[in-house]
């Protein structure tokens, strides 16, 4: 079983620091003494340090499984969720893991912001260190074009995260968003997108015990093409809600919209629970296909974890299942 977590967390004065000012990253960068791509490319920040006397890694790999969450099916190989991924931003196919190995993960700055007592930015190793000890889970993952996987994530539950920023009585949402910066991912020049990807669920779903920051996959630190070093896993959603290599949390009244959502809200509803009765026009959703094989099987509501999820949407207005998608 999961060994009794560091709670440090839930302590006070682990709850800020005292910086409010917003940066983007390109500009944190800058004034973190990191003069460009240039440098950091070649290992070097000003003052002719090296690199990586400045990095800080997430660490704790692999973390000890937290055996509640267990599969129906067997385990992804590794080389297919790792080399068959969408990221948007470094091109549209499935083949992007060569190109995403361009992005610099380490220094990564966050911020935390909106309906917060203390906005902060933070790097995203000191970040998961105070949310507490990582842990390993098994999870289900099913994309809105009908290819799943299951796989093993490392990472902290999302519910720290919100405790950690103790949101203000009337925050009823979070909004993340990802890198913004097309000399590193050329999907970003394509204007037609309306670039960050951003990604948005409410603060009960936020709070769930499956929703997951995840920092890792198959005991190791995530690869960049599966959202290093910080991404959303939320497995009862499908993929596009999983939002990856985030850098930025805001507490918001105001429902978010996401990335596909606002490109084409008819195929991409802000809710997006899997459910294989609400169709797609483009993609089955009555049935996936697990990645490493060639047959397809049932998708289930909520992707197998109604008992899990089903409250959170109990007493939403639904008059039919596409409710729970729209
Ligand atoms: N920033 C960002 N996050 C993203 C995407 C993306 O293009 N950009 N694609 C989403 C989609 S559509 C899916 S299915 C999952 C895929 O995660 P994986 O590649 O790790 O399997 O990431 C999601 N998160
Ligand atoms: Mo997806």
Redesign the pocket.
């Known amino acids: 079983m999961l060994l009794k977590t560091k709670k440090s967390w839930e302590m006070p004065e682990a709850a800020a620091t005292p910086e409010a000012v917003w940066m983007n990253r390109r500009d944190w960068l800058k004034s973190a003494g990191y003069a460009g791509m240039g440098m950091a490319a070649a290992g070097l920040v000003a003052g002719g340090l090296p690199r990586a006397a400045l990095a800080a890694p997430i660490t704790g790999f692999p973390a000890d499984r937290n055996l509640r969450y267990r599969l129906d099916r067997d385990v992804t190989p590794e080389k297919e ?1 790792t080399t068959y ?5 470094f091109g549209s196919s499935k083949n992007i893991w060569k190109a995403a190995a361009k992005m610099q993960t380490d220094p990564w700055m966050v911020m935390i912001d909106g309906m917060v007592d203390r906005p902060m930015t933070l790097d995203a190793a000191d970040l998961v260190k105070k949310l507490g000890s990582m842990e390993e889970r098994l999870y289900r ?1 099913r ?3 009908a290819w799943a ?1 299951a796989v093993p994530w490392t990472g902290v539950p999302l519910a720290r995260l919100v405790s950690f920023a103790q949101p203000k009585a009337g925050a009823k949402y979070l909004r993340m968003e ?1 890198f913004l910066d097309k000399e590193i991912a050329p999907g970003q020049a394509q204007s037609w997108y309306p670039w960050p ?1 951003v990604e948005g669920v409410t603060l009960d779903e936020a709070r769930n015990e499956l929703a997951f920051l995840a920092t890792g996959i198959y005991g190791k630190p995530l690869p960049n ?3 290093a070093p910080i ?1 959303l896993v939320l497995p009862w959603k499908y ?2 809600k ?4 985030i850098v930025r949390f805001t507490f918001t009244d105001q429902r978010p919209i996401s990335f596909w959502e606002e490109l084409n809200a008819k195929e991409y509803g802000f809710w997006a629970n899997v459910h294989p009765g609400v169709p797609h026009p483009r993609w089955r959703q009555n049935q996936e296909r697990m990645l490493g094989t060639s047959n397809y099987i049932s998708t289930q509501i909520y992707n197998g974890y109604e008992a899990e999820v089903g409250y959170l949407y109990q007493n939403m207005e639904t008059k039919s299942y596409r409710d729970l998608y729209h």
């Open positions: 969720a991924t969408n990221f948007y931003e993952f994309c809105v074009e996987m990802t990807y093409q599966n959202g991404r993929g596009f999983s939002i990856k290599s």
